[in-house]
């Protein structure tokens, strides 16, 4: 399955930013799933590429001048292997057994995840966990922030992709299982379902497999991975800080097309 992508993102400020870091996870890398066909950033300066402590491809933006606003544009094709269920790891898996602040298991979570897999620490298992979510926390844009713990969304009820997927990694975690947090791209003709996405990855039988808690999906055949992290922080596109600019806003269009 070949996927065109073009994402685009427009920060406007209320005034002038004296200057600001921008650590862009835009640009994704080639596996055994995924084969980048050409791929491109359109950004107000150049840029160098680097490698973060997860393998991701980063880049970052560095603006010493003054700015009212700030564009960014990732486009390109990919090709996904529909039939690839999992992906083969370069690094220890470890380092996904640590909780953050944002995926802390309360022992609400922990009993949860017990109850839904008991004794089980396999494909199944883990698979009945994201039913189980599903269940619990039905998708529903604006009931959480991005600032909002696993813990509460949780408690409340109600998320969206990012919070099933930070309520999905605590639970595994407390089981002990590694597991890490995914940004991408999802293909769907969900007009309510915003392209631009997040799920999780679960190390079980020596590889990395895919657990689509908003979707209801193990086979990661629609989605294209940008970036992995401990939860949202470590793996989103776009994250940085300014000085000055006053009031923010900020505009963003995901379009993912299929070929």
Not at 108 to 114: D, H, M, V
Not at 191 to 205: M, R, V, Y
């Amino acid at each position: 399955m070949k996927l065109s992508i073009r994402h685009d993102t427009t920060y406007s400020y209320a005034s002038d930013v004296c200057n600001s870091i921008q650590f862009l996870r835009l640009t994704p890398r080639s596996s055994e799933r995924q084969r980048i066909l050409d791929w491109q950033l359109d950004l107000p300066c150049k840029v160098n590429s680097q490698i973060d402590p997860y393998g991701n491809i980063l880049h970052v933006l560095t603006l010493e001048k003054p700015h009212g606003h700030l564009a960014l544009t990732a486009s390109g094709q990919v090709e996904i292997d529909p039939d690839c269920e999992h992906e083969a790891g370069s690094q220890s898996p470890l380092p996904f057994l640590r909780s953050s602040h944002l995926t802390q298991a309360s022992d609400a979570l922990k009993a949860f995840a017990t109850q839904q897999c008991g004794e089980r620490r396999d494909r199944a298992a883990l698979t009945a966990l994201m039913q189980g979510l599903a269940d619990h926390m039905p998708y529903s844009p604006g009931a959480t922030s991005v600032g909002t713990t696993a813990i509460e969304s949780f408690a409340g009820g109600a998320g969206v992709c990012q919070d099933h997927t930070h309520a999905f990694l605590a639970c595994a975690r407390s089981l002990g299982i590694p597991a890490r947090y995914v940004s991408g791209y999802l293909c769907t003709e969900d007009e309510t379902h915003l392209a631009s996405h997040a799920w999780a990855e679960a190390w079980i039988d020596e590889a990395w497999y895919s657990f689509d808690v908003t979707n209801r999906l193990t086979r990661p055949e629609r989605h294209l991975k940008l970036a992995v992290g401990l939860d949202y922080l470590d793996a989103c596109p776009v994250r940085g800080v300014r000085r000055g600019g006053g009031v923010e806003s900020m505009q963003a269009s995901v379009q993912v097309h299929r070929q």
